[in-house]
């Protein structure tokens, strides 16, 4: 569901959005005997008669709320936004399985007499809240700036590591609309410069990462005529679990020649990614456990991106447009 209502002679604008859906996810797998033979007249049988099923459930909650607020002042014009959003997500999962099917056209765990029968069950739920903003200011189309932020938090990561403030800026200046710029329209129809320099914040790993957790299984062995539960010790987890952050740095140019039918647009950039979520690095044998995941990694990125581009139309009784682009990019990371 979404609503958006506007105030203030139509510069003030509310906007609101919830999303809720549940996904189920069935997967049944039927195994069934393979008959073959040897020598002639003597038929044998290999594998397992079974069935098993996979069940998971899925329900995902969203709420996105913000309102904004522009306005233009003579040559002045400015923009100011900001709202909130939240996610949650639980799943549940279910997986059963029995042996002795005992009709394979008629696949149904009612119609299973086997011993081995395994029933397990689990699932994880995760949430994220966060709060943004962005104001834009724009003088006569000459000066354009922005300025970005979020303030995000999500439970896949300890309470002291939970949240991050990400914030980001950029500019633009566009020379073509200066008083000192005499260069012909036709010849030279636009020139902007642009910068912007900010950073991203990457949560998207599974939950419990963070945590110790511990199974329960059954032991294959049988012991006073049961089998016995058994638990193993967990998995060693990171000193510290936190926002992977990827701060970008753009330098950018824009320009249009011939009416606006011949364009070039060129950016550099450079990335560094921080805190990245990855192995550990190698232990030895002795340490005795796999190596835990964490903020173990970082990552430097350069690169630039070009692109020309041509459009034109011809007028008449069959009008004909075209527009034919080339794009070329380089990167480097370590």
Known sequence: SRFTATFFKNKVHVNGDLTFWRLNDVETRIYTPVPYSKKPGVMLERGESKINENDEKTNYLAANFYADYENTVGKHYFKVMAGYNYENSLLKSRYVQRDGLINNKLPDFSLTNGLNFTLRGGGNE??????????????????????????????????????????????GWRVSREKFWHIPYKAVSDLKLRASYGTLGNGNISPYKFLETMSVSQLPLVINGIRPDYTQQPNVIPNGLTWEKATTLNLGIDLALLENRLTFTGDWYTRKTKDMFTDGLPLPSVFGATEPKGNYADLDTKGWELSVGYRNKTNGAKPFSYDVRFVRSDNKSV
């Not at 962005?134 to 999500?154: C, P, S």
């Open 126 to 171: 995760w949430r994220t809240l966060g709060g943004f903003f962005r104001v834009n200011y724009n003088f006569d189309e000459r000066y354009l700036f922005e300025v970005n932020g979020r303030y995000d938090g999500t439970s896949k990561f300890p309470q002291s590591q939970q949240w991050g403030f990400f914030p980001s800026a950029s500019a």
